[in-house]
């Protein structure tokens, strides 16, 4: 599985926040507290990024409930578990490398 | 209050429908260029415009407009594609698109918009112009009545492609933004 680009900021959080069934606004709540409020999602950002990731298979619907005034769920796949952890550490060598070379934010 | 405007360009419509709401006018309808307007408190709410597509098998239209309603934003009116959607002030800044990747995205939905329409004036304007080349007169010659609904279409396919090329250049620009 080859990656062309790193992952947006959004898409990243998008991704975390489907390690567990989540719907659209839950993503928003979820990747606002993970960054202590820093990162507001735009609901057509996230609009487009859940269009792309089911796209590209790395997100699916959870579940569809017969009740349609239960909100769609998503969830992250076996594909979208890949990317992310690829990313993860390509954040890591940034990281580290940044560290060995500042001298700065420990090591 | 009613106010008629022709807004080709979402940026400077949408700057415009945040004056006016400064100013103590929210809009409330849009038809055919005449956007309605009534009194709310100055700068009570912040607007935002989009384009929208159905992407089959996707998140669909209902979906997208409860998201956005869920991040507490009014769902204002629709015209064809364009959405309008505002949000009181109170609850902070207010952008349908917050990063650069989609923000280009929505402008490269514009644009490939635009130039559906663009083409379509250009073949209208073609056909018209051959019409007038062989015949010697404008199609449906009804005399003068014709000749002014011409330089209308000349006029309008200009505005599109000008308005489209903008939208590149600012693509363009966000690209370079890092």
Known sequence: ?107 | MVKLRWYYDKDKEEAWLNEMCREGWAMKSFCLGFYQFEPCGPGEYIYQIDLFTENKNRMTHQEYLELIQETGAEYVCRWFWYRIFRRRSELGEFELYTDNDSKIEQYERFCRFFRRIGILELCILGYDTFYWLIFGRWIGDIGTVFFPAYGLLVLVAAVIWRVYFKMKHKIRDLKQEF
């Open chain 1, 1 to 107: 599985m080859a990656r062309i680009q790193p992952l947006t900021e959004g898409v990243y959080y998008i991704l975390l926040s489907l390690t567990a069934p989540n719907h659209g606004y839950g993503i928003i709540q979820q990747t606002l507290e993970m960054t202590g409020g820093r990162l507001e999602l735009g609901a057509g950002t996230l609009y487009g990024a859940i269009n792309n990731l089911l796209d590209k298979g790395w997100i699916a619907l959870y579940r569809e409930e017969k009740d349609s005034r239960k909100k769609k769920e998503y969830v992250i796949t076996r594909l979208g578990q890949a990317a992310l952890e690829e990313e993860m550490e390509r954040l890591e060598e940034l990281l580290y490398n940044g560290r060995r070379i500042t001298g700065k934010g420990g090591v």
